[in-house]
């Protein structure tokens, strides 16, 4: 290979997002917040009828946790991709033009006041 990509892996990531105390219960209160009134705003998107009704792969609501093998409750977890592209040496001017992307997930299981914060988001690599 020409360049060596480096990983964050995602299972120890999430391993310990849920060592985080009360994490879990901050995540379950979101999803199952109240809908808004009929004609009031959708603020976030655990408040739309798309996330509502989607189903899972049981057929039930993905929204709801379910049962899991060992018979305590699925963590069901929503989650976006994005990047964001800089120049890694700050304002400097420079004659070359370099560009860094970074590449990211967000929790979006997480209130809002939550998720956008560094230690809950998954720097996933920076190309």
Do not use: C
């Amino acid at each position: 290979p020409i360049q060596t990509q480096v990983f964050q892996d995602l299972k120890a990531w999430i391993g310990r997002l849920l060592a985080i105390p009360s994490i879990e219960d901050i995540i379950y209160e979101h999803q199952q917040r109240s809908a808004p009134a009929e004609g009031r705003p959708e603020k976030d998107f655990v408040d739309s009828a798309a996330f509502r009704e989607f189903k899972g792969s049981d057929g039930q609501p993905f929204s709801l946790p379910q049962k899991g093998p060992a018979g305590s409750p699925d963590l069901r977890l929503v989650m976006s991709l994005g990047f964001d592209g800089f120049n890694p040496f700050s304002q400097r001017e420079t004659h070359a033009i370099v560009q860094s992307t970074a590449l990211y997930m967000v929790v979006l299981s997480l209130p809002e006041h939550l998720r956008y914060r560094q230690e809950y988001m998954f720097l996933v690599t920076i190309i």
